[in-house]
């Protein structure tokens, strides 16, 4: 396995970039110039009321990974001016940060090497080691702690775990209340100083910033290396009913592994994650880079843990744009589930879990709507799984239940796990199809599902959207396929209705339009809805009708849409199924490259041709739309319930100057399967024979 491309050191940090983001699923952090002070921390599955609007979503934690340094008297979090940064730089093979610092007073220098990394293996737990080497005998207080400067809410100061006195209690407890007090997350952590045996060691639990900490205090000497090394764990409410209590259990756990043992394993799981690196044999090093960068985003952003599925930035957030409160999605059904399902499939499943465990959301909500089944919130809060969606916008945006149930059946053909589809992705595929019926109405042209908003979420409502319709087809297929896997009688009316749900017609050409009535010239008519309900849908049309649709979304819609977020990332691959390759080429610079944020090459919401825009990312309508382009589009993948050897069903297409796609490791049914999609070839290969072998 070769090792991924992590991106270039910075080494002249502008005002204009996002902080560093490391992740694991279950937390996220972003880490400044400066990467333990003014840093933000998110819990996946914490929660509070925006103080704007009372609306449920994200909240932010005190962080975790907070310090100080004080040389010769003089604190650093009052002196950041006397701060020169040196370096800062990401490695994607293991997940961690380093920043390199230069702090001087007087005529003391201390040289600060800071490494930071959430880990996989306990996901509850991120790490940070300080090291400082001052270049002249001075006094030197190293602190570090759980740090709420900013944090909305209030904070709890326990002095130790409940129940019985224990020698591994932490050093620090703090439990965190949202704003609006609808959670609690649980913060413990503990520290060690190596390199000096005199040190004085103090503990506040609350000092005047709100921090807990421990300070170690000693007389440094030039040249020598000092090592602060720091573990904090986070447990939120939702996750355990004491979550300080729990924090304190894992952070033992954590702390009897040791250091060296925990970044071992952080080594050791990435390897393994990494084992699905998409490799482009023709691609340019800086496209192979955003490459690497695309999957690293994604999978440091899921784990099996994650209670509440993922947002679309995952949990990175920082204060100069919404992040859509964290609110999750349809967009991760959609984007981000499809890759995960072959290259980490128990991420996929903790995500399907947060929907399988709000269907009875789902369905109060649909019988508040007047329709069967259940509706699926098209904005969903972290806690409670209700409709969050801000304002009193109508509830037509029915496609979020079909993509929801869409990603289930995927799921199954995936893993081939008959118990899964019988336990968790039947009661949902049945419930998706139930509001189908009832959502859709027999008329003279057939069946119609009219006054409905797609995925260019345009007003006013149009009738037969053909992403909707097409995705509607699919999932009453599925579900009645999956009734008579189960041994169930499926529905009649599911049949006649997918057979006869309208498409809409265009009035010339053989491409499928968006809607009835569209006009390419209609508000946001340059989403290429109808293409999206081809791939990564799957509805089956002819080849012909494929081609011409496809065509018309590279030809006629793409100019008034590419660069727009969600589906431009699809675009490259619509001109290489419609035969042109070097317009495909063109598009993946406007359609993803020009989504790419310096210098981390995290995935923006917007591209760099809109200046007026605030800088976010990684956003993951992007992200998965481009990787699962890399894994099902270009390859010509369908995932179904034949064995996964018929899965390989088109001729493989690249854009121009792309040999090859290759991985070394999916899981297909529950074992590894390298991929191999060459340009021009027949069909793909899905090879499990190596990876037998190996094991």
Known sequence: MSEPLSPPPVRDYLP?????Y????VIGLRCPRIPFLGGVSMVNGFAGLDARDGLEGFARTPFPLGADVALDGVRLSH?????RFVEQRYDFGRAELRTVLDYRIGDVTARLEILQFCSHQLPTIVLQEIRVTVDRASALTLTVGLDPTGVEGFGEYPERPSGKETPDRPEGLLVWHSHGDIATCGLAFRSEL?????AEQGRTRQDERGMVATNYTFRARAGRPYRVRQMSSLVPSIAHPHPADHAARLLAV???????RMREDQRTAWEELWRARITIDGASRRWQAIVDASLFYLLTSVHPASVASTSLFGLAYWPNYHYYRGHVMWDIETFAVPPLMLVEPESARAILDYRSRHLEVAKVNARLAGWKGAMYPWESCPIHGEEVTPGSSALTKDHATL????AFAGFVHATGDRDYLRRTAWPVLHAAAEFIESRAERTS????IRQVTGPAEANPPRDNNAFVNMAARVVLREASAFAETLGEEPRRLWGRIADKLVLPVASRGRHIPNHDDYRVDELKGGTPEASAGIFPVGHAVSPDVEEATFRFAVEEQSPRYVGTAMLSAFLPYYAARAGLAEKATELLESGYGNFIN???????EFTDTAPDQPRTGPMFANIGGFLTTLLYGYPGLRLGPGAPETWPERRVVLPAGWKSIEVERLWVHGEGRSLTAAAGARVAILDGRSLRRAS
């Open 16 to 20: 204009s970039y996002i902080p560093a």
């Open 22 to 25: 490391i992740a694991n699923g």
């Open 79 to 83: 002196a950041p001016q006397c701060v």
């Open 194 to 198: 190596l390199g000096a045996t005199d």
């Open 254 to 260: 954590a702390m009897d592994k040791g250091w060296d």
């Open 403 to 406: 993509d929801i149930a869409l």
């Open 445 to 448: 042209r057939g069946y119609e």
């Open 598 to 604: 310096e210098p981390f090459l995290e995935t923006d």
